[in-house]
C-alpha cells in the first residue's frame, strides 16, 4: 500500500546514470502510477540495449533463398516483357510467355503491379483464368496488413490469406489466417514472435493451429534461431518443427561480388528419415548475375542472367540430375520497355 | 451459434465477394494504375505487349 500512496515521480529517483527518464505525463488513474512506472522503466531497460530488429519470421533464410537457385530456375523457354508506364507512383505491366517446359504446360500470363509509398498492389491472370492478387497496405513504417488471394474457376483452388505484421524495436509480431470461414471458424492460423536476445542472437517460436473442421483442431509449435555476425557479413539460422524436421542454413558474403549459402534440412520423423544438403554460390557481376549449386540428391545447376543493356537479359538454366541421369535446359529473354523519356524515370540524361 | 439462415446468407456473400475479387482484382489495378500514373499513358500501350 505504501507504493500507491507514494508519489508517481518515486520511481525515477533511481541514481543509475544509464537511464535519462524524459519527464512524465502525470497519469488519468494515480492509482495506476507504479504500474506504469515499472513499465515505462521497463521500456527504457529496453532500450537502453539497443537491440536491433531480428527480421520477420518469414524473411530467417531471406539471404540463402536469393543466392540459392531453386526459386529462380525454369526450363524450356520464356520471354517476359516489362512495360513500366509510370515511375512514382510505380506502375508497370507484364507479359510472360512459356513454353517447351517438361513439367507445365505452355502458359501466358499477364501481371499489373501498382504502388505508392503505402499501398502495393499486384495481380496476375494466365490463360485459364486463374488469378492471383496481393495487396499490402502500410499504417506505418513497421505496421503493414497484408492480403493474398489466389482465385480460380475450379472448385477447391481457392485460397486467401490474411496477414498482419509489426515489427517492433527489438522484436517481430506476425499473425495469418489461411482460408478463415467466418460462420465456424475452421481455417490455418500461423503466429510468430521473434525477439532479439543480444546484438547478434534472435529467437522465435512459430505457432500453426489447423483447423480443418470444427471437430479436428491441430497445434504445432516450431521454434527459430538466427544468428548474425557483427558485421552481417555471415548468418546462421536454425529451425526445429515438432514432426522432426530440422533445417539449418548458412549464409556468408565473401565479398561485394560472391556470396555463398549452405542449407541442411533433416526429417527424423518415425515413418520417414531422410536428408538433404544444398551448397549453392551466387557471383554479381557487373551486367550479370551466375548462380551454381550443387545437392547431395546428385543435382547440379547453374543459372545466367547476363545483361546486353540496362533494359534487355538474357537467361540460360541448366540442371543435371546424375542419379536419375536426366537434365532440364532453359532459355529465356527479360525485356523492359518504357514509355517514359530519361527524365521522367528521374535519371540523369545521358551524353 | 449464428442461425442456419444466417450461415447461408454469409456464404452467398463470400461467394459473391470472391467472384467480385476473381473478375474485377485486374480491373481495378490497372484502372488505379491507369488513373494515377504520371504522365497518363494510353490505352494502347497499356495492353499491347509489342507497342
Redesign the interface.
Known sequence: MASISSPPTDGFTDPSPSFSPSPQKPSLIPGIAPLTNVFSRFSQWRKSLDLPNPGSVENLQKEVKTTHLTNFIFDGARAD?T?S??M??A?Q?T?SFALGSQTAAPSYN?G???A?SNVF?????DHEGN?N?RMNQGWTENCITKMQ?Q???QVGH?MIQLEHDYQGQDYSLNAKAVNPW??DLTGIFIGSYFQSLTKNLAVGVESLYQRPTPEMAELSTSYLAKITSTDKNWIATAQVQPAGIVQATYWQKLSEKVEVAADLQLIAAPARRDAIATLGAKYDLRMATFRAQLDSTGKISALLEQRFAPTFAFLVSGEIDHLKNAAKVGVGVMIESS??TPE?MGMPPQP | MPSEETKERITKVVELGRTALHYGWIPLIIYIGYTRSTPQPTLIKLISPLA
Open positions: 516483357l512495360k508506364l509510370s512514382n507512383p506502375f505491366v507479359h499477364f499489373a503491379v501498382f505508392n498492389l499486384q495481380g496476375s491472370v488469378v492478387a488471394a482465385l480460380s474457376s481457392n467466418p460462420t514509355s517514359l521522367e
